[in-house]
């Protein structure tokens, strides 16, 4: 055995396994299996993964190289399998182990005896990540003896055509697998990788060839950045950690009209369904330009010295520097009082925008807060037709020179607003956040949060980089073939060249037709029309809903903050958390120190809670109201499930992970496709779960286990949680543990299907 052992190693062996056949989701990760010999604290671990995807615009093509390289920290030598599952309708290319510098190939072997082996490591190892393992189809390669501080670079490829959904190309790199067991064994399997494996760093990067037929590239899953590299090609990056627990998702539009408009669709057929509209800019800002009119307006009172001032000082001089010559600007700046760069509007040539940076370089910061009279003084002068008027107010306080009163001011300001953008900035603590949201909501602007130590120029650059070019103004939808209903946001904002719209909602009715868009450009109204259909059933695009929901609960706790709360207001919040799995002031309770403890409330208790909070207008300053006001302001705003959570979480909680089979402590969260789990008393429990549900129990990795996965498929990322999960259906409830039932009663087993919607 050891001498076959021995040539097999000096032979370097490698044996690769495609599986394919079987259904389900698969995932683009890859792992080592440490297997035969003595027990050793398994610590092979991935020190990282790359992964390039090549796309051919004209082609419709893609082609993935994933790299990986693994280490093995152990004292011992280990052997191990790698497993890596291959999308759905993958071409494989080829596969290559790198041993030092030398590149070897693999083999084909039956695909039965590899599904086997998969059952087989799940049921012996008993971590419940691993029925996420086989999916579609999977690669396995014997990796022969890892020497102690040894490491292997793994490198594979696979090419393929990507789906398109009405205007727009999809590309997925799946990360979320599903299994159907089978039922053969084999003799030996060992642990898996130690849990830390899977916080490896992650990077994924897209190369698009023929960038010229695509409209700004958008992700609803992630957070990306998008750079022009010249030569026609757009580069698209995600950086990350190995943990994330959702498939990437990058939609490219395609360009096809001086306005691009795709809609994307999901929806049950007993509902009204969901929808997704991407609205995108121009090609060529050269074809857009609406002249501006930018007045901008800095608090300089006390409070502001140091950095901050510095920082804001930076922040408009690079709003002054992003003027167009067709543009014209004012620079307003207030403490005690109210003082001009000029009075009126300056046209932005050199000289002029030269003379603005020496006037922003000599104030300094003293006195008190005049809100009132600044903006008086940035609104009173009415906008001027065929441009587009932006005011960017910027502070750190709360008013305490003339009207003091936020209601009073907001009111003041209300009646000044004809057709200006206000985009709010709040620095700190100490400012108002109900008068800063009342700006930004009856201006059709945003508020951002700048919190105590973060970069004030940074935040005001992002601005300043989105409102550069300025496409269309008045936006609206003038005519859809179905009802468009709830949608957010419910003002379209104006669409600004490289900045893709994005606008979700719900639709009665099915069926193709024309969607009519209309905006203003120079003064003059525009028309597009764009062929969409509404689908009665579309299973796909499950991020859309959550999406939807996420905006929605930001624009009520917005309502509830600025109007006050009520009863119904609360239940629709605390519904909308407990459905979509979003987390929610009235889902859980949410603490502004690290530790976040969640837990299902009571709609009474909701209710008095949200009533408490509900501070009047003059109250609502400090880290509690800057907390609430800023997680609300970036749902509104939240394109990705990237941003959603960070947003939910206030950017403090504990990350979502998915990979570790026992419960994390008592009060941690997770969300899992729709829904969110909670640790309560060493189990994971849906909040779904209702009250007399009656519970059906079964034993983790029995054969009732893997019976009713191979039932209910979509049971597999809530298994993946661990060994103790309880998951809510109609009327039903299916508990893992390892007290439950191994194999099924045909009463309980039909019970559980109904209430998980499959068929017997």
């Given at each position: 055995?050891?001498?076959?052992?021995f040539?097999s190693?000096?032979?370097?062996?490698?044996?690769?396994?495609?599986l394919?056949?079987?259904?389900g989701?698969?995932?683009?990760?890859?792992?080592?299996?440490?297997?035969h010999?003595?027990?050793v604290?398994?610590?092979?671990?991935?020190?990282?993964?790359?992964?390039?995807?090549?796309?051919?615009?004209?082609q419709?093509?893609?082609?993935?190289?994933?790299?990986?390289?693994?280490?093995?920290?152990?004292?011992a030598?280990?052997?191990?399998d790698?497993?890596?599952?291959?999308?759905?309708?993958?071409v494989?290319t080829?596969?290559?182990?790198?041993?030092?510098?030398?590149?070897?190939?693999?083999?084909i072997?039956?695909?039965?005896?590899?599904?086997?082996i998969?059952?087989?490591?799940?049921?012996?190892k008993?971590?419940?990540?691993?029925?996420?393992?086989?999916?579609?189809?999977?690669?396995?390669?014997r990796?022969?003896?890892?020497?102690?501080?040894d490491t292997?670079?793994?490198?594979?490829?696979?090419?393929?055509?990507?789906?398109?959904?009405?205007?727009l190309?999809?590309?997925?790199?799946?990360?979320?697998?599903g299994?159907?067991?089978?039922?053969?064994?084999?003799?030996?399997?060992?642990?898996?990788?130690?849990?830390?494996?899977?916080?490896?760093?992650?990077s994924l990067?897209?190369?698009?060839?023929?960038?010229?037929?695509?409209?700004?590239?958008?992700?609803?899953?992630?957070?990306?950045?998008?750079?022009?590299?010249?030569?026609?090609?757009l580069?698209?990056?995600?950086?990350?950690?190995?943990?994330?627990?959702?498939?990437f998702?990058?939609?490219?539009p395609l360009?096809?009209?001086?306005?691009?408009?795709?809609i994307?669709?999901?929806s049950?057929g007993?509902?009204?369904?969901?929808?997704?509209?991407?609205?995108?800019?121009?090609?060529?800002?050269?074809?857009v330009t609406i002249?501006?009119?930018?007045?901008?307006?800095?608090d300089?009172?006390?409070?502001?010295?140091?950095?901050?001032?510095?920082?804001?000082?930076?922040?408009?001089?690079?709003?002054?520097?992003?003027?167009?010559?067709?543009?014209r600007f004012?620079i307003?700046?207030?403490n005690?009082v109210?003082?001009?760069?000029?009075?009126?509007?300056?046209?932005?040539?050199?000289?002029?925008?030269?003379?603005a940076?020496?006037?922003?370089?000599?104030?300094?910061?003293?006195g008190s807060?005049?809100?009132?009279?600044?903006?008086?003084e940035?609104?009173r002068?009415?906008?001027?037709?065929?441009?587009l008027?932006?005011?960017?107010?910027?502070?750190?306080g709360?008013?305490?020179v003339?009207?003091?009163?936020p209601?009073?001011?907001?009111?003041l300001?209300?009646?000044?607003?004809?057709r200006?953008?206000?985009?709010?900035?709040?620095?700190?603590?100490?400012v108002?956040?109900?008068?800063?949201?009342?700006?930004?909501?009856?201006g059709r602007?945003?508020t951002?949060y700048?919190?105590?130590?973060?970069?004030?120029?940074m935040?005001v650059?992002?601005l300043s980089?989105?409102?550069s070019?300025p496409?269309l103004?008045?936006?609206?939808i003038?005519?859809?073939?179905?009802?468009?209903?709830?949608?957010?946001?419910?003002?379209?904002?104006d669409?600004?060249?490289?900045e893709e719209?994005?606008?979700?909602?719900?639709?009665?009715?099915?069926?193709?037709?024309e969607?009519?868009?209309?905006?203003?450009?120079?003064?003059?109204?525009q028309?597009f029309?764009?062929?969409v259909?509404f689908?009665?059933?579309?299973?796909?695009?499950s991020?859309i809903?959550?999406?939807?929901?996420?905006?929605?609960?930001?624009?009520?706790?917005?309502?509830?903050?600025?109007?006050?709360?009520?009863?119904?207001?609360?239940?629709?919040i605390?519904?909308l958390?407990?459905?979509?799995?979003?987390?929610?002031?009235?889902?859980?309770y949410?603490?502004?120190?690290?530790?976040?403890?969640?837990?299902?409330v009571p709609?009474?208790?909701?209710?008095?809670?949200?009533q408490?909070?509900?501070?009047?207008?003059e109250?609502?300053v400090?880290a509690?109201?800057?907390?609430?006001?800023?997680?609300?302001?970036?749902l509104?705003q939240?394109?990705?499930?990237?941003?959603?959570?960070a947003?939910?979480?206030?950017?403090?909680?504990?990350?979502?992970?998915?990979?570790?089979?026992?419960?994390?402590?008592?009060?941690?969260v997770?969300?899992?496709?729709d829904?969110?789990f909670?640790?309560?008393?060493?189990?994971?429990?849906d909040?779904?779960?209702?009250?007399?549900?009656y519970?059906?129990?079964?034993?983790?990795?029995?054969?009732?286990?893997f019976?009713?996965?191979?039932?209910?498929?979509?049971?597999?990322?809530?298994?993946?949680?661990?060994?103790?999960?309880?998951?809510?259906?109609?009327?039903?409830?299916?508990r893992?543990?390892?007290?439950?039932?191994?194999?099924?009663?045909?009463?309980?087993l039909?019970?559980v299907?109904?209430?998980f919607?499959?068929?017997?």
């Open positions: 055995m050891h001498a076959q052992r040539f190693w000096l032979a370097f062996s490698l044996t690769l396994v495609v394919v056949g079987l259904a989701e698969v995932a683009a990760q890859g792992w080592i299996e440490p297997i010999g003595r027990p604290d398994p610590v092979v671990s991935r020190v990282r993964s790359d992964v390039t995807v090549t796309v051919d615009g004209t419709r093509a893609a082609r993935f190289e994933v790299e990986e390289v693994f280490r093995n920290g152990s004292g030598m280990l052997e191990g790698y497993l890596y599952p291959i999308p759905a309708g993958a494989f080829n596969f290559s182990l790198y041993m030092g510098s030398q590149e070897l190939k693999g083999e072997l039956p695909a039965e005896k590899a599904r086997a998969y059952e087989e490591i799940v049921r012996r008993k971590d419940p990540a691993l029925i996420e393992l086989v999916g579609h189809g999977v690669l396995r390669a990796v022969f003896p890892i020497d102690p501080g292997r670079r793994i490198v594979l490829r696979y090419t393929q055509v990507l789906g398109r959904d009405g205007d190309l999809r590309l997925r790199y799946p990360r979320i697998v299994i159907i067991p089978g039922t053969e064994h084999i003799e030996q399997a060992g642990p898996l990788l130690r849990q830390g494996d899977h916080n490896h760093p992650f990067t897209v190369r698009v060839e023929g960038a010229d037929l695509f409209a700004t590239p958008y992700s609803p899953t992630h957070t990306i950045e998008v750079r022009e590299r010249g030569d026609n090609l580069e698209i990056t995600h950086a990350g950690r190995g943990n994330e627990p959702r498939d998702q990058l939609f490219l360009r096809e009209a001086l306005l691009g408009a795709s994307v669709t999901h049950l007993d509902e009204p369904g969901y929808y997704m509209l991407l609205i995108s800019p121009p090609t060529s800002p050269e074809e002249p501006r009119d930018l007045t901008m307006v800095l300089i009172s006390g409070s502001m010295e140091g950095d901050k001032m510095e920082q804001a000082r930076a922040a408009l001089r690079q709003l002054v520097a992003g003027l167009r010559p067709e543009d004012r307003i700046t207030f005690s109210v003082r001009s760069f000029r009075p009126g509007f300056t046209v932005a040539d050199r000289a002029n925008v030269d003379e940076r020496d006037y922003l370089a000599a104030v300094r910061p003293e807060t005049n809100i009132q009279a600044a903006l008086e940035a609104l002068p009415e906008s001027a037709e065929g441009r008027s932006l005011v960017v107010f910027l502070t750190d709360k008013p305490t003339g009207e003091t009163a209601e009073k001011i907001a009111v300001a209300q009646g000044l607003i004809d200006e953008r206000v985009f709010a900035f709040g620095v700190g603590h100490d108002n956040t109900y008068l800063l949201d009342r700006l930004s909501d009856g602007g945003t951002s700048v919190r105590p130590g973060e970069d004030v120029e935040a650059a992002s980089s989105k409102i070019y496409a103004s008045d936006l609206r003038a005519a859809a073939p179905v009802q468009l209903e709830d949608f957010y946001p419910s003002s379209l904002p669409l600004f060249y490289g719209l994005v606008l979700f909602g719900r639709y009665r009715g099915e069926g193709s037709g969607l009519v868009l209309e905006g203003s450009r120079g003064g003059e109204v028309r029309e764009y062929d259909e689908a009665r059933r579309e299973y796909g695009n991020f809903p959550r999406l939807w929901a996420a905006r929605k609960a930001g624009a009520l706790t917005a309502q509830v903050r600025l109007h006050g709360a009520s009863t119904e207001l609360i239940e629709e605390r519904e958390g407990l459905r979509y799995g979003i987390l929610t002031e009235y889902t859980s949410l603490v502004e120190e690290p530790n976040m403890l969640p837990a299902a709609l009474r208790e909701a209710v008095d809670r949200a408490a909070v509900s501070a009047p207008a109250a609502q400090g509690m109201a800057f907390n609430r006001a800023d997680r609300s302001s970036r509104r939240a394109t990705s499930m990237d941003e959603a959570e947003a939910m979480v206030g950017g403090e909680g504990k990350a979502a992970g998915r990979w570790g089979s026992g419960v994390d402590s008592e009060g941690a997770r969300h899992v496709d829904r969110l909670v640790a309560r008393a060493g189990e994971w429990r909040i779904r779960l209702q009250e007399g549900a519970v059906v129990e079964v034993a983790s990795f029995s054969d009732a286990y019976e009713i996965l191979r039932r209910v498929p979509e049971l597999k990322a809530f298994f993946a949680l661990g060994e103790r999960v309880i998951i809510a259906g109609d009327g039903v409830a299916l893992l543990t390892p007290e439950g039932l191994t194999r099924w009663e045909p009463e309980k039909n019970m299907l109904r209430g919607g499959a068929s017997r």
